[in-house]
């Protein structure tokens, strides 16, 4: 079982927009804004797609944003294109103990 | 190129011992933390392990805690995983992967990944 707790999958027809969304604890995500969101496309490795909640990497598409309220942290995808068909995953920082937590990922179909 | 590449994987008994290399290029290795993220097949990312640029913070996860031990060697560009006692429950693809943090580990995102080499683990 993951830390963090994500729909196994979502799906959405092309142009629609969907939200992915990543529920933890008061102990990751909800003490820190230290969220993460990877794409992977299967037998390649993950792509960092948002940090800090809400920014995104150079190169990264502006139709992919992020969120959080308390302890659920989201990812929306706005104007579905065939690409973005692939797992997703969120990840949190979790303390000096534990440090960091993924979640079990959610398989996003486009339709 | 900004590149990592992952090597030493295999076939291996339980309890046996097995170390992972990632060679790193493109980018000054000695600014960065780096860490180790596993997948098992058909499963999601299990964070493993994770090291300050100077070695001086290191973290592991409490499934690996005690039995695997992440080093590097900055004048080599390189980062290692010393894999002991070895589990079926090890068996994964494992990933190296660069510390988003300039000088700083920041534990939280991680922006440049290798291909990652099999580890797997049966009698």
């Known amino acids: 079982q993951s830390a963090l707790t994500q729909p196994a999958s979502v799906s959405g027809s092309p142009g629609q927009s969907i939200t992915i969304s990543c529920t933890g604890t008061?102990?990751?995500?909800?003490?820190?804004?230290?969220v993460s969101w990877y794409q992977q496309h299967p037998g390649k490795a993950p792509k960092l797609m948002i940090y800090?909640?809400?920014k995104r990497p150079s190169g990264v598409s502006n139709r992919f944003s992020g969120s959080k309220s308390g302890n659920t942290a989201s990812l929306t995808i706005s104007g579905l294109q065939a690409e973005d068909e692939a797992d997703y995953y969120c990840c949190s920082y979790a303390g000096s103990s534990t440090h960091v937590v993924f979640g079990g990922g959610t398989k996003l179909t486009v339709l | 190129e900004v590149q990592l590449v992952e090597s030493g994987g295999g076939l291996v008994q339980p309890g046996r011992s097995l170390r992972l290399s990632c060679a790193a290029s493109g980018f000054t290795f000695d600014d960065y933390a780096m860490h180790w993220v596993r997948q098992a097949p058909g499963k999601g990312l299990e964070w493993v392990s994770g090291?300050?640029?100077?070695?001086?913070?290191?973290g592991y996860a409490d499934s690996v805690k005690g039995r695997f031990t992440i080093s590097r060697d900055n004048a080599k560009n390189s980062l290692y995983l010393q894999m002991n006692s070895l589990r079926a429950e090890d068996t994964a693809l494992y990933y190296c992967a660069k510390d988003m943090g300039s000088g700083v580990i920041r534990w939280d995102a991680f922006d440049i990944w290798g291909q990652g080499t099999m580890v797997t683990v049966s009698s």
């Open positions: 800090e909640v809400s």
């Open positions: 090291i300050s640029w100077n070695s001086g913070s290191i």
């Open positions: 008061s102990s990751d995500v909800g003490s820190y804004n230290l």
